[in-house]
Nanobody, 120 residues
Framework: VQLQASGGGLVQAGGSLRLSCAAS????????LGWFRQAPGKEREFVGV????????YYADSVKGRFTISRDNAKNTVYLRMNSLKPEDTAVYYC??????????????WGQGTQVTVSS
């Protein structure tokens, strides 16, 4: 599967953004989808994941209550709604996909990343 993330940009602290990730492939609905981010000089960080049906979601503590992952299997798209953004959310955000999810998830498929910058 190929993934294409979009929707990043510059936003003030407290603002909102919605990232999108469009996927190719007829088996999109069978994949677990997730988001990661990487800030300059830091390791890649898990943000959240959503099950194939959309019924199961799991978030990193750092974004819980502020970020929401959703998916539209008819459009082959996964979203990341980010509210109450903080400067520390500044990073390149990547969408990812794999057939299954487990702790220390290392997905097989990755998108190219989209930059999110939050100004104070």
């Amino acid at each position: 599967v190929q993934l294409q993330a979009s929707g990043g940009g510059l936003v003030q602290a407290g603002g909102s953004l919605r990232l999108s990730c469009a996927a190719s492939g007829r088996t999109f609905s069978t994949y677990v989808l997730g988001w990661f981010r990487q800030a300059p000089g830091k390791e890649r960080e898990f943000v959240g994941v959503i099950s194939w049906s959309g019924g199961g979601r799991y978030y990193a503590d750092s974004v819980k209550g502020r970020f929401t992952i959703s998916r539209d299997n008819a459009k082959n798209t996964v979203y990341l709604r980010m509210n109450s953004l903080k400067p520390e959310d500044t990073a390149v955000y990547y969408c990812a996909a794999d057939g299954t999810y487990s702790s220390n998830w290392d997905p097989k498929y990755w998108g190219q990343g989209t930059q999110v910058t939050v100004s104070s």
